[in-house]
């Protein structure tokens, strides 16, 4: 399968021990933003706008959390964790629901197809953090993640 709308993230100096976050978003600003707030807290990442490749990527990759939009152009979000949440291979991996949709009846109905957690856009950088480390709880090297924070305010 032709992955030429992904990248992997993986510096050298980081710890590889550190949580995988998978990323799926339509919308290229947006992906960018997750991909900096990953590098931020110390995440390694991969980052896909298509949304056809997500089931091979991630029984490939299995990746600690995914991050994924709803309103996605080829196969939706919710198809996509219905079928993440059926595969014994990956129905323990949490799902983060990041959407537009901001009802308190949308949100029933993103939790209620499977996923894991819901956030939505526009979001404040420190809730993204708290869900992230609620769900990779035990996963993350806080010291590495502290540094690399203090790092990027340093600059």
Not at 120 to 130: G, H, R
Request: net charge negative; aromatic share 6%; charged share 25%.
């Amino acid at each position: 399968m032709h992955l030429t709308h992904s990248f992997m993230h993986d510096q050298k100096q980081r710890n590889s021990q550190q949580p995988l976050v998978l990323a799926v978003e339509n919308h290229n600003d947006s992906l960018l933003l997750i991909s900096y707030a990953l590098e931020l807290f110390g995440c390694r990442f991969i980052c896909q706008t298509d949304s056809l490749a997500t089931l091979v990527v991630v029984k490939e990759y299995q990746p600690d959390l995914i991050m994924l939009d709803i309103l996605l152009p080829s196969i939706s979000g919710l198809d996509i964790v219905r079928s993440l949440k059926r595969e014994p291979l990956t129905r323990d991996i949490p799902v983060v629901a990041v959407t537009a949709l901001a009802s308190r009846e949308d949100r029933e109905y993103i939790l209620m197809a499977g996923f894991d957690e819901y956030i939505s856009k526009p979001y404040m950088i420190e809730d993204l953090e708290a869900i992230i480390h609620r769900l990779l709880e035990g996963k993350f090297d806080l010291d590495l993640a502290l540094e690399v924070c203090q790092e990027k305010g340093a600059l």
